[in-house]
């Protein structure tokens, strides 16, 4: 049984009395620690994949469920247990005026889980930053090292799953590829099942075993590593992104 | 032709804590080229591109034996004679658009506000410039972002709108910092190649600053690694991939590739003497 099952999902919402088709039936199944990804230009509903889950986008039909439960509307703390997620820009998904210590606390302090002290002090260590940096504001961080904050406080609870907008979009090349690889490394330790959104086809080759091609709110084509690597796509646009993404290639 | 030339460009920012180098003796010349700048963030990339326009604020100071741009000594000009500069001969397409846009004036008010306090235009003949302008960046639909403020649009679009901001008045030299970071590879195909036609058909010079070496390296006809306030390397970007310095092989070796393994990525192991 899959862990993550999407169903049929749509997503409607209006805006200035226009309907918006953000996603129209995307169906797709990720297997418990597996990494799925999910890549498209902005606007093929990508995200809003990953919102809908965790209940921040509206669902209008279709059907997600995690571990074979549908997900409770609102989506209420169990769910927060096993899914959380890491946003596209750790400019500004960090509280600007919490210390990273109330960041990472605040979250057990919610679940009524004791022991923060030693938790935060962990979290801050398994991510790779300085114990030092516990009380320091966001605006005091470099942006990987903020993005280092935002997947700790995501882990704080320890999910199962982890949604991944665009995590290293905003970071530079070496910054990119430490995250990469603390994500990678978190992902072996701790048995995590990821799904991740990205528009660069390298990271998302880097990191999934599956890829579901976007496109307009649709599902174009899923590709498995192997076919992606081999250039093994049906459809025209993802031919299309792959050959944009010709200088991604190894060996280019 | 050099449309450009900057010697010993340094930038200094005075603070309470000491002096901050964040430019450190660079020295360049443009023709009518695309020449890109590559490095980190804090590589002082963005601050070598805002020197040319004199847009550092103080406590920050530029100092440069010379920086000529076509017979101009910047260094000199009035900030009289810069204002008629910057815009109409010299533009910059800034990084990000969620910043660099007025967040309570509609796109089309932007768009049209130049052309019709600098041109005396009229404000039929500005609005159909201006749409014309953003049908020149792919935009579809140009009628309907001209009513939309910036917060109802993507983070491609916004880009898209500076961009077409920014060419209206033809400049000769156009700084485009970070200007497809926001985008999608498919679209950012599509800016590229207006900005490459625009150095081709009006020989426009270009500046083109990027942390991403493979488009660099795949765009510009010359490109400048920086590292912490320097030029540690300077090639022709077909040969980008023969860099013989350690810190562009490092960047060049820390990025994904499709097909690659999955073993850990290398990181980037920063020798103290590459900062000498």
């Known amino acids: ?252 | 032709m050099t449309l450009l030339s900057v010697k010993d460009l340094r930038v200094t920012f005075d603070t309470e804590a000491g002096k901050v180098e964040a430019v450190r003796g660079v020295s360049f010349s443009l023709g009518r080229e695309r020449l890109g700048i590559v490095g980190e963030s804090g590589s002082g990339k963005t601050m070598t591109g805002r020197s040319v326009l004199r847009l550092i604020r103080p406590p920050g100071r530029i100092e440069a034996t010379e920086m000529v741009f076509d017979g101009t000594d910047l260094m000199a000009a009035s900030e009289r004679e810069m204002r008629a500069l910057r815009g109409q001969r010299i533009a910059m397409v800034m990084q990000d658009p969620k910043y660099s846009l007025n967040p309570v004036m509609k796109v089309g008010a932007q768009l049209t506000e130049g052309l019709r306090l600098r041109d005396g235009m009229s404000a039929k003949a500005a609005r159909e410039k201006a749409i014309e302008a953003l049908e020149a960046v792919q935009i579809r639909g140009p009628e309907r972002v001209m009513e939309a403020y910036p917060h109802e649009l993507s983070g491609g679009m916004g880009q898209r709108v500076m961009i077409a901001m920014m060419l209206i008045p033809n400049p000769d030299l156009l700084i485009a910092d970070e200007p497809t970071s926001a985008l999608d590879v498919t679209v950012q195909a599509e800016v590229l190649s207006i900005l490459d036609g625009l150095v081709r058909d009006r020989g426009m010079g270009l500046i083109f600053i990027s942390h991403d070496l493979r488009l660099v390296g795949r765009f510009c006809d010359r490109v400048l690694v920086m590292y912490k306030g320097r030029v540690v390397e300077e090639l022709e970007a077909k040969n980008l991939m023969q860099a013989q310095h350690p810190y562009t092989q490092g960047l060049l070796n820390c990025l994904p590739r499709i097909g690659g393994s999955r073993a850990p990525l290398p990181g980037l192991d920063r020798a103290a003497e590459w900062a000498e």
Not at chain 1, 93 to 102: A, G, Q, V
Not at chain 1, 131 to 158: K, T
Not at chain 1, 186 to 193: K, N, Q, S, V
Not at chain 1, 231 to 238: F, H, K, P, S
């Open chain 1, 1 to 252: 049984m899959a862990l993550i099952e999407v169903e049929n999902l749509s997503v409607h919402y209006g805006a200035k009395g226009q309907l918006v088709r953000a996603v129209e039936g995307v169906s797709l199944r990720v297997d418990a620690r597996e990494s799925y990804g999910l890549v498209g230009e902005s606007g093929s509903g990508k995200s809003t994949i990953l919102r809908a889950i965790c209940g921040l986008a509206p669902m209008t039909a279709g059907q997600i469920r995690i571990g074979g439960q549908p997900v409770p509307t609102p989506r209420g703390r169990a769910f927060s247990r096993r899914v959380q997620m890491v946003f596209q820009d750790p400019y500004a998904s960090l509280h600007p005026r919490h210390t990273l210590d109330r960041t990472l606390s605040e979250p057990l302090a919610i679940h009524g889980i004791g022991g923060s002290d030693a938790r935060v002090v962990k979290a801050l260590e398994d991510v790779g930053l300085p114990a030092n940096f516990r009380f320091r504001y966001p605006h005091q961080l470099s942006g990987g090292q903020r993005q280092r904050v935002a997947i700790a406080r995501a882990l704080m609870l320890e999910p199962e799953i982890l949604l991944l907008d665009e995590p290293t979009s905003a970071l530079d090349a070496s910054v990119q590829a430490e995250t990469l690889n603390l994500l990678n490394r978190l992902r072996a330790e701790r048995g995590l099942t990821f799904l991740m959104v990205s528009h660069d086809l390298a990271v998302i080759d880097h990191m999934c075993d599956r890829v579901l091609v976007m496109q307009h709110g649709r599902a174009v084509e899923e590709l498995t590593r192997d076919q992606l690597a081999g250039a093994q796509m049906t459809t025209d646009y993802a031919r299309t992104l792959f050959d944009a993404s010709a200088d991604r290639m190894l060996g280019a």
